[in-house]
């Protein structure tokens, strides 16, 4: 059986934020030679309850990760086929 967590849910609350800092790219360097970078996006931060043991406020974090291809060697690179008006050939 799963313990349940010891959390007394109220009616959700959006919070205002602001980032102490802009978050970073994490540079991801394929064995191919591909790199890719990825940073986290905060969007936003909701209050769901409180720890029924301790009182400390329950919040639920939302986030969006956003990825980026920085640099593909050219020999990863494929010919794309022209298509037509319809996008097919």
Same mark, same amino acid.
């Given at each position: ?13 959006i919070v205002e ?9 994490? #540079?991801?360097?394929? %064995? ?6 990825? +940073?986290?996006?905060? /969007?936003?931060v909701v209050k ?21 291809? #920085?640099?593909?060697? %050219? ?6 086929? +022209?298509?037509?008006? /319809?996008g097919y050939q």
């Open positions: 059986m799963i313990p349940q967590p010891n959390i007394s849910f109220t009616e959700p609350e934020f602001e980032l102490e800092e802009e978050p970073k790219w994490i #540079k991801i360097k394929l %064995k191919d030679g591909t790199v890719l970078e990825l +940073k986290n996006e905060i /969007t936003g769901i309850g409180h720890d029924t043991n301790t009182g400390i406020p329950i919040y639920n974090v939302q986030s969006q990760a956003i990825l980026r291809v #920085k640099y593909v060697p %050219k020999e990863l690179i494929k010919k794309v086929q +022209k298509q037509g008006p /319809t």
